[in-house]
């Protein structure tokens, strides 16, 4: 059975996605489009407009066009904007890597998506120098002023004249962030302009008409991350409304922003809505404008979703969607009668979903479990150089195999119950299991190791590491090992030491009987 919106199908513009984004700036050239938080520093929707041209135009006196590849490894400031769109108009690619990634974590990005130029900021500067060296990078662009590296301004200092280019939207990438998929280790997304500009057009018309020109939004979301690249940095100035940046995620600095500024709207992940919800600082703080808060890139709990509602007297509901569906497939709309505790709500417009039973293929009833699969136009075009793994999830009729385990009820509306994928979902981000579990084997001390989800209360997930020992060594001494080699959000949190890991007569782990246990206690 297939489900489908309650609305009607939206018909997206065939069109770019800065020309999408920025396309009617005129009409609000001197309206606030991004503020940087710490600073105040702000750029009108005309400035910002202005230097993509600029920056578009910079980027061509060096060579780079269309289908070329920049990278960014910065946080989110309101430049981020200014280099993606200038990207953008040059029919180039935007790689978008976590800024916590370790140098040898970034030079595996940069050289799987080919990168020629990369953006960061000084404070990064030592970990970008290291992680270009044999890579395809041929310049480093930075922030301010930092030696070894170009200024981003001198990319802004012309005309912005910048060249006019043939670009296929349904056929050209725009974005090529990177995602763990529903197995193995991180793959380069492609998503086209189509992609992009269909998943901003089905989601405006699935809030209900929920966000405006007149919302102050707070752009606390990782830019680099699907979730805030495209529902906070493009769908937010699409409609015209205003996005107050933050670097990085400070309860005590987010509230005295959304205070300051008044903030009408927050796209959120549950761990910030449990702050918001349980802290007892946000008493300090009067947050009275919020009007709506949408949770997104991990399930968020009913309870949870209930005490955030009941202390900041504000719609609170969910998302859901994936790097691979750019990434919004459900929505729950922004009108009070239509929440469902729990719920992810409706399919957006223009999106078809079934809920399969995996091991026979065939569609479950209402009320049943089974694996979500979507088809639409925001589904990707696959994954960058991988093949097998694009036919592993994508299949000859459209459909994307989430990995995800939900179920629909008699009014149409989705739950997200569990998921077939192994990643485990560390405060939203993705961290994939069998990545820590080669870092582990590297180590002379350690015969062998598996890493599941252990259930954490603030983070949703922390990665437990079950350890099989050759000598004699700590569960502290193991989990420094991994953090001094990846990203924080990657680092193993516990350890539990083992005779032997399950494993099937083929060698694959069995998870399920880690997590039994861990269930178990």
């Keep these: 059975m297939i489900h489908r919106s309650p609305l009607p199908d939206v018909d997206p513009p065939n069109q770019t996605l800065t020309d999408c984004v920025l396309g009617g700036v005129a009409a609000r050239a001197d309206k606030r489009a991004i503020v940087d938080g710490p600073s105040g520093r702000a750029l009108t929707y005309g400035a910002l407009a202005a230097a993509t041209r600029k920056a578009a135009k910079g980027l061509s006196l060096r060579g780079f066009g269309k289908g070329d590849v920049f990278a960014f490894y910065c946080p989110n400031v309101p430049e981020y904007a200014v280099a993606f769109h200038g990207v953008a108009r040059l029919g180039g690619i935007n790689t978008t890597v976590n800024p916590l990634y370790t140098p040898d974590e970034l030079r595996r990005q940069l050289n799987d998506a080919g990168a020629r130029l990369i953006l960061t900021v000084p404070p990064f500067l030592d970990s970008v120098r290291k992680g270009v060296q044999g890579t395809s990078v041929e310049e480093v662009f930075v922030l301010g002023e930092a030696d070894g590296a170009t200024p981003f301004q001198s990319l802004l200092d012309n005309d912005g004249d910048a060249p006019k280019v043939e670009i296929d939207p349904a056929a050209d990438l725009v974005v090529l962030p990177y995602s763990s998929g529903t197995t193995g280790l991180q793959k380069g997304v492609m998503l086209t302009?189509?992609?992009?500009?269909?998943?901003?057009?089905?989601?405006?018309?699935?809030?209900?008409?929920?966000?405006?020109?007149?919302?102050?939004?707070?752009?606390?979301?990782?830019?680099?991350?699907?979730?805030?690249?495209?529902?906070?940095?493009?769908?937010?100035?699409?409609?015209?409304?205003?996005?107050?940046?933050?670097?990085?995620?400070?309860?005590?600095?987010?509230?005295?922003?959304?205070?300051?500024?008044?903030?009408?709207?927050?796209?959120?992940?549950?761990?910030?809505?449990?702050?918001?919800?349980?802290?007892?600082?946000v008493d300090d703080y009067d947050l009275s404008s919020l009007r709506w808060i949408i949770s997104g890139a991990a399930p968020l709990g009913r309870d949870l979703a209930q005490a955030a509602r009941s202390r900041l007297g504000c719609l609170v509901l969910q998302g859901y969607g994936l790097t691979e569906t750019s990434p919004v497939s459900h929505l729950v709309p922004m009108e009070e009668e239509r929440i469902k505790a729990g719920s992810v709500g409706p399919p957006v417009p223009s999106t078809e979903c079934r809920v399969v039973d995996v091991p026979s293929g065939q569609d479950v009833e209402p009320?049943?479990?089974?694996?979500?699969?979507?088809?639409?136009?925001?589904?990707?075009?696959?994954?960058?150089?991988?093949?097998?793994?694009?036919?592993?999830?994508?299949d000859a009729e459209g459909w994307f195999h989430t990995g995800d385990i939900g179920r629909v009820d008699e009014d149409g509306d989705f739950f997200i119950v569990d998921r077939l994928k192994e990643l485990i979902k560390y405060k939203g981000m993705q961290v994939a299991p069998a990545e820590l579990e080669a870092l582990l084997l590297t180590h002379p001390k350690i015969a062998d190791a598996a890493v599941v989800p252990r259930p954490d209360d603030e983070a949703g997930e922390i990665p437990k590491a079950f350890v099989v020992l050759l000598e004699d060594l700590s569960a502290e001494a193991i989990m420094q090992f991994v953090a001094e080699r990846v990203a924080p959000h990657k680092k193993v949190r516990a350890v539990e030491f083992v005779d032997r890991i399950p494993k099937s007569p083929s060698g694959k782990i069995l998870r399920r009987i880690l997590l039994e246990y861990e269930r178990q206690g």
């Design 193 to 281: 302009h189509r992609n992009l500009v269909a998943n901003i057009e089905q989601t405006l018309a699935g809030s209900g008409g929920g966000l405006g020109g007149e919302d102050v939004v707070m752009g606390v979301l990782p830019f680099f991350h699907i979730y805030g690249m495209v529902v906070v940095m493009s769908l937010t100035l699409r409609v015209g409304a205003t996005v107050i940046s933050m670097p990085r995620f400070d309860l005590v600095q987010f509230l005295r922003l959304a205070q300051e500024h008044r903030a009408t709207g927050a796209y959120l992940v549950p761990p910030i809505v449990l702050a918001l919800a349980k802290h007892p600082v």
């Design 367 to 394: 009320g049943r479990e089974g694996e979500i699969w979507i088809r639409g136009p925001q589904v990707m075009k696959g994954y960058l150089n991988n093949p097998e793994a694009t036919r592993a999830c994508l």
